[in-house]
């Protein structure tokens, strides 16, 4: 089973209304090397596991559970670039959605009432069919690292698309745990006899300590941990511990628990999107009466 803490694993800047990135960022959330994708790649090669192998299968229960994080974390980010970018008027004649239609997601506003959607960034459903389970655990260990080398290397791109600041923390708190999660798989594959040279992860071939944001966390060392996301026992640091498969005189670490966590930004109804449907009916004022 699974519980949920009410935190953020990033904090979320406050930043300007940016529609265009916002859209650009859909495709970190649904599409094909997004966060819904390893999330549930993750998941089901997790509830699907056989054998006996079970440091393999806390590893894989850690990071699908830190994943589901991420998606949280994506899904808050992309709102918040949202929020502001029509004017909150209970005024409908006075346009003021119009903004909407210089979007290029109009469905973030026509659809979602100003919200983030389970979309690449061209609007894409997010597909079942992205999601690699062969039931072969070195097969699946070499495809997870394909798609968080691949899920890093977009997100890289988009940080040189836009400099608003929701973005970019976003982008590089992604970037660096997507930097420990290559090290994860890529330390699984060795532990089997895979034998790494230096110089071909992480993806993108790239001093990532260039970008100032990423800097910051890798200062922190979150670049080399992992939190077991668990409160039981796990047996995860069997794999994820000792000297990083890449990188020199980096040691990963291995966390119990989960991290501290940010506070999850309440963003305010939005009367021109008529969500969330309770202040303009009265609703919320019979609901105050009785909670
Ligand atoms: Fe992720």
Known sequence: MFISIEKLQNEIPQSNPDPKA???LQEVLGGKFGEMRVMMQYMFQTF???GTAKPYQDLLRSIASEEIGHVELVSYTINMMLEGSTNSSDDPTSLTMSSALDSP????FLVAGQSSRPVDA???PFLGEYIYDSGHLPLDLIYNLIAEATGSLQMCRLYQMSDNKAFRATLAFLIARD??????WAKALELMGVKWSDQIFAIPHFDFSKLPEVKEHMERNLHNQQWTFTNGPSQMSKIFSGE???????TLEAIDGFPVGFSIPQLPEAPQEFSSGLLQSGIMDKISQKI
């Open 22 to 24: 916002a859209n650009a």
């Open 48 to 50: 699907n596991f056989r």
């Open 105 to 108: 997601n109009i469905h973030h």
């Open 122 to 124: 061209v609007g894409n």
């Open 179 to 184: 930097h420990a999660h290559q090290k994860a």
């Open 244 to 250: 990083s498969p890449f990188g020199k005189d980096q």
